[in-house]
Structures are given as structure tokens and as C-alpha cells.
């Protein structure tokens, strides 16, 4: 405490000119910048007990000035691009403002320290330090130039694979660049702040030359529209991905989107050299559903769609030992548009089991349960022939089995059926967890 006080006092007392009592210490200790022009230099002054606490005291007040001058620019740019949607490349170089001071440190050479002055009366130190913008930008400009020469080659082998229909190299290349280029933002940052000029931004050139890859592609399927005469089936679709220049997209990720009721899923697959890839799944019928194909890369929008549809009307019935499930699968059935009848052509059959995974206590020493529940479910035709199973999985934890089922059973109907009002379970699934 008394060290810190003592600081704080020389603090005051170095800043204080003593015009009474004869002071003789130099202008620049308390005008630096008579000295120097501030559009050339950036001066910093020093105290200490000590020589090294002195010029360590005035290179610190240079790494000060370089802060709060980014920070204007910083809360200046912020202005400018409010509501523009560029507030991503904001936030990137407001990031790098606490880089800046570690990179000007490690580099202590472009820093001078060119007086110093000791106050005997006092045992006062005062350095004078000094940075040289000019000299510092070329230096900087430099080493910037080679990456920037670095970077046109690499746009040249990207181009290079686009031409080849390695749309996917491309952009992986990109990203990497991106992430492996991030490091020298600190340095664009601080020669805009310096010399006042612009130098490009590598990030924003990198996100320029991705946001142009955004419709670089197109996805062709070979049959858009698919009828079955049965609910319950197998489809198989080819597709074809080629580039602006009808070339075909080479090892490219793409998704197949099957949102179909109990069956939905995504399925990823890479073109092949001719820029062909194919998707198989068993799938359930409504009345016309819709496959989403498109682009597993978020930087290329490209989408296409298939729609799958039945020849004839197919009426169901839900059968279930849980009143609670067959309710929901009913409200299920009825929002993909099938209609349920008492004289079916299917019966969706849905068969439940319950299961205490776990019972201990949580980290406060209180009761803590995981339940399993599951649902087997079966399509029989004519209710006789089984054409469809599958199994719905749920599991959930809390203090109780009755509130770890309740969890359980939400995430259960959420894996059988999206955006369908949960209701809780009933008495037949409670019977079973209190059975376990």
C-alpha cells in the first residue's frame, strides 16, 4: 500500500512544471510534441526512479497513445457502419486492438528512446521516447506487400480449380487462407492508424473472393417429380452438380433433406469426376413430399427439389398401449395430410417401453434419475403384413423417475414428429416407470 502511494505521488509530483523554485528540467518533459510533428511522430515521456523505469515509463505511454488512437477509429468506424450489416468486420478488428501493443512490443527497435533527463533535487528520471510512423509504416508495408503477394498466387490456384471443377478444394483452400491470414490484421490495423492510408484488409479480400462462389454451382436432378403407389417405400435419386461453365463439380459435399414423418433424415454424399452423386432411403408417402437437395458448404446456396407423391389416397389408423402416444401420432398423421378411417388400408402400430438408466444423486447431494423411453413402431398393410419398423428413442433426467420421464417422453415425440404440440405422458407410461 505505501509503494502504491509512493507511485502515485511521484506521478502527480513529475507532472507538476515547479515554475517556482528554479526547475531547470528540459521542454520536453512537458511539451513534448514542440519538438516533434505529431503528423510524423508519436512521442511518449517517461518517469521513474530509475533509468530502465523511465524508458520503460515512455515506451508504455506510446503503446498508450496507439490504444486510445485505435480506439477513436474503432468507435468512428462503428458509427459509420452501423446498420450496414458490416458490424461481423467490426467486432474482427476491435479484436485485434489488444494484439497491436503485444506486436509494437516485440518489436522494441522501432521505438527511440532519444533524451533522458535526471531531476538530482528530486531523484526523479524522465526519458523521452519516440516513434517514428513513417519509418515504422514502411517496415510494416513491407512485410504486408509479401503477404499480399502471397495471397494473389494463391487466388490464381484457386481460380486454377474452379476451372477443373474443384469447386470444393477451392473454398477449403480459401478458408484455411482466411484463418492462416487472421494473424496479420493487428498489422493492417495499425498501418491504416500510422500512415493514414488504406492497405486491403486480407480477411475482406478472402470473404470477397468466397461471397463470389455463392452461385457458382447448379444441382440437376434427374427426375423432379416421383409417384408411388404405396405409402411405405424405397427412392433412390440421382443428381448432377455442375459450374457456371457446365463443368462437372468434382468431390463436392452435398445433402439430401428427407423431411418425410417418421423416416425424415439427412444424407450426405460427394459427387463423383463426372460431378454425379446418388441418394437411396426408405421414405413414408404422404401426400406429396418434398426432398431438399443442396449444397453441404454454406458458401454456395445452390438447392434443388424433388417431390415424391402417391398415385391413390392411403387411409391409416394409430394403434398404441399408450393413449398419449396414439394421440400424438394421430396429430402427426393429420398434419402431413393423411386421414385416419375405422376401415384402414395401414395400421401405424406403436409399442412403448420405459427404462430407469440411472439413479444416484447430482453434485448438491440431491435424488437425480435418467430415463429411457422408447417407441417400437410398426406399419402393418391390411393389418396383417408388416411393410415399415423403426424405433424412436428419448431419454431425460431429473430428481424424480416421474419428472425424468416427463423429459424423456417430450424428447420421444419431438424424434417422431416435428412441430407437433407436445402433450405429457398418461397413465399407461407412468404405471411403467413406477413398475421399474
Known sequence: MIKKFYLFFLHVYALIPFACGGSSRPQWVYEPYKLYDPKRYIVGVGYGMNINQADDSARQEIFKQIRLQMKSKLEH??????????????QMEEQVVGKIESMIEGEMAGIQLVQRYEDKKENIWYSLAILDKAEYSKKIRM?????????????????????????????????????????????????SMLSGSLFPSFQEMINT?????????SIQVENEELIFSEPFTFVSIRVRVLTKDGKPAKNFPIVARFQDLLVGSDLFQSTDDKGLASFSSPIFVANRNRIEISSAMPEVKSTAYVYVSLRDKKYFKVSSESKAIQDFLASCLSKYGIELSSNPDYILQASPNVKVES?????????????????????????????????????????????SLESAFRNLLSNMCKDVQHIPPDDYLIKLIQNR
Open 77 to 90: 468506424r462503428a458509427k459509420m457502419e452501423m446498420g450496414t450489416g458490416k458490424q461481423e468486420s467490426f
Open 209 to 217: 473472393k468466397i461471397l463470389n462462389f455463392s452461385d457458382i454451382l
Open 359 to 403: 439413479a444416484g444423486k447430482d453434485f448438491r447431494g440431491n435424488p437425480f434419475y435418467i430415463v429411457g423411453i422408447s417407441a417400437e413402431i410398426s406399419v402393418l398393410k391390411g393389418g396383417k403384413e408388416t411393410v415399415f419398423k423403426t424405433t424412436k428413442y428419448g431419454k431425460g433426467g431429473g430428481s424424480s423417475p416421474r419428472e
Open 143 to 191: 512485410r504486408l506487400s509479401e503477404k499480399e503477394l502471397e495471397v494473389t498466387k494463391m487466388f490464381k490456384t484457386v481460380e486454377e480449380d474452379i476451372a477443373n471443377g474443384e469447386v470444393f478444394r477451392a473454398i477449403s483452400k480459401l478458408k484455411d487462407a482466411k484463418k492462416r491470414y487472421a494473424e496479420l490484421e493487428p498489422e493492417v490495423a495499425l498501418l
